[in-house]
């Protein structure tokens, strides 16, 4: 059984840095998709950052030169480091892992994902 288990978030002012971290468990693929997503109250579900197994990796505009996201194979986790945080609406944070092997395309849509972490808040205030 799959598990992924988010820790990371909370609130911190903007211009600050927070560090996602995705425990996964019970996740082995040879071709797969991990990733980041976030979702505010009212809105959907968007995707923020992915790794491909062939260690593509893709973000949203949006986040371009302020997130990493990274992989531990060793660990089995998952991370996304956040820099320069805007001010923005409160948004519960979500890593995705893929159930069988995934297109480069694909790496920012949710559809592509199967396996969802209960999320974790982050508040960025002004």
């Known amino acids: 059984q799959v598990q992924l288990m988010e820790s990371g978030g909370g609130s911190v002012q903007a211009g600050g840095s927070l560090r996602l971290s995705c425990a996964a468990s019970?996740?082995?693929?040879?071709?797969?998709?991990v990733g980041w997503f976030r979702q505010a109250p009212g809105k959907e579900r968007e995707g923020v950052a992915g790794i491909h197994s062939d260690g593509t990796i893709w973000y949203a505009d949006s986040v371009k030169d302020r997130f990493t996201i990274s992989q531990d194979n060793a660990e089995n986790t998952l991370y996304l480091q956040m820099n320069t945080l805007k001010p923005e609406a409160p948004a519960m944070y979500y890593c995705?892992?893929?159930?069988?092997?995934?297109?480069?395309?694909?790496?920012?849509?949710?559809?592509?994902?199967?396996?969802w972490g209960q999320g974790t808040q982050v508040t960025v205030s002004s």
């Open positions: 019970g996740y082995t693929r040879n071709s797969y998709c």
């Open positions: 995705a892992a893929s159930s069988a092997s995934c297109s480069r395309p694909l790496l920012l849509w949710r559809l592509a994902y199967s396996y």
